[in-house]
């Protein structure tokens, strides 16, 4: 007999309906908890974000004083302006937004790996982004990589969606998400441009694709559109990207860093204090503030070592593959305790346990395991991605930071994976939708 009170009474939540849920407090206690324990965050400025950031404040130029620069992308200053706005030294109110952007990458993520097709598997990847090493690391630092990594997952989601069902609306959300990534890391303005090319062949017929072609691309150019014209107006140069790439090629082209390979010992670091002094003398011979010069001076530099030395060059191209890739951090102090050595080596098993993972679910999806819709539509673009990143770190200089951005696709290869495995050995069905 039913109790008079039962119909009245609530039914319990569902347990997948506790699934998102879940992941958001697991990623507030874990981005919150390692900021919290970590008593040097955001102390430091590496890349000179704050100082831009403090100057847009306090001066209204982004740039030094009232001299406006492009040696570092927009995006990111922006949002560190915001924070100094709130508190002086940004430290509560960039932690908040570090973590508000983490819950957001960790949100998106989960939505796309249920894009790919690896349903209940989809909180995996998910879970796989929340506590990442890297992004944990990030997040207690003024640097780009949680703005980036949530970028690339809401762009990939976009890309996705706009692939599965393409409209105008779609095509320009899509360009214009990628736009604004490239805003935060310029390395992705060659993945935009294939997308841009590439995304109307999913269109029906060549009326529709004429019109995802110009949704996308013109949503690019309003994004990209008032950076470019701020550069061409105060340098000449309407670059969307910055005037940094060519330090930033140089850095990984040059004869102390080649002679560093050449004779390097097993551990050691490149002392780059010879680098920087050469690089000193030379910038000397153009006029201060000449940063589209000093640019074109780093190019040519970069591009003589490399044809002077082509076997370098191709043995620091396998290099510096490595190092993108790398499972192992690379140690950075001499003096190096047990306990860090001891973190170093946590890191790798991570790593090295999601890259077998990784490995097995690109073998399921080559055998079909998603279907050929979800492999063109959804899977394709985070494999461009990938491709596109490591092609240009593979040139220009980098570290396993760099790879920040393609966490949401290894995440998601690593739940297909797991799917996969788990569909083996139970003599399941291993990514259900």
């Not at 119909?7 to 919150?32: C, K, N, Q």
């Not at 819950?103 to 939505?111: H, K, P």
């Not at 069902?165 to 935060?184: F, P, V």
Request: with cysteine; charged share 15%.
């Amino acid at each position: 007999m039913t109790h008079p009170d039962e119909s009245t009474r609530p039914a319990p939540p569902r347990p997948d309906r506790l699934i998102p849920a879940a992941l958001l407090v697991l990623t507030l206690v874990v981005r919150a908890g390692i900021i919290a324990a970590t008593p040097q965050a955001f102390d430091g400025d590496p890349d000179a974000y704050r100082a831009v950031a403090g100057n847009l404040v306090e001066h209204g130029c982004l740039g030094s004083k009232d001299i406006p620069t492009a040696t570092r992308p927009p995006l990111y200053p922006l949002l560190l302006a915001a924070c100094l706005s709130v508190d002086a030294e940004a430290r509560l109110s960039l932690a908040a937004a570090h973590v508000l952007l983490a819950l957001a990458t960790v949100f998106f993520s989960c939505r796309l790996a249920e894009r790919w097709g690896l349903g209940r598997w989809a909180p995996a990847a998910a879970v796989l982004v929340a506590v990442d090493p890297i992004l944990l690391a990030q997040s207690t630092l003024v640097m780009t990589e949680t703005l980036a990594t949530l970028l690339a997952a809401a762009s990939l989601l976009a890309v996705t969606a706009c692939a599965a069902q393409a409209t105008g609306r779609r095509a320009a959300a899509a360009g214009g998400l990628i736009a604004a990534a490239a805003l935060c890391r310029p390395t992705f303005l060659p993945w935009l441009g294939l997308v841009i090319v590439l995304l109307p062949w999913f269109g029906k017929g060549w009326r529709q694709r004429a019109r995802l072609l110009a949704a996308a691309a013109i949503a690019a150019a309003v994004v990209l559109g008032p950076w470019a014209a701020r550069n061409a107006l105060h340098f000449g140069k309407p670059t969307p990207a910055t005037n940094h790439g060519g330090f930033t090629l140089l850095l990984a082209n040059n004869p102390s860093f080649y002679d560093y390979l050449g004779r390097r010992s097993p551990g050691e670091t490149w002392n780059a204090d010879q680098f920087n002094s050469d690089w000193s003398v030379r910038a000397q011979s153009l006029a201060p503030g000449d940063e589209v010069a000093a640019d074109r001076l780093a190019y040519a530099d970069a591009c003589q070592t490399i044809r002077s030395r082509p076997r370098m060059f191709a043995y620091a191209c396998l290099v510096r593959l490595g190092r993108t890739w790398a499972l192992l951090p690379h140690r950075i102090d001499s003096a190096e305790t047990a306990r860090g050595r001891g973190a170093r080596w946590a890191v790798a098993v991570f790593y090295a346990a999601e890259s077998l993972l990784a490995l097995v679910g690109l073998v399921a999806l080559a055998r079909g395991k998603v279907g050929r819709n979800r492999l063109v539509s959804g899977w394709s673009w985070g494999l461009l991605l990938v491709v596109v990143f490591t092609a240009v770190h593979t040139v220009f200089w980098t570290n396993m930071r760099m790879r920040a951005p393609l966490i949401p696709v290894v995440a998601a290869a690593s739940a297909a994976g797991l799917g996969s495995l788990w569909g083996s050995l139970s003599r399941r069905k291993p990514l259900s939708d």
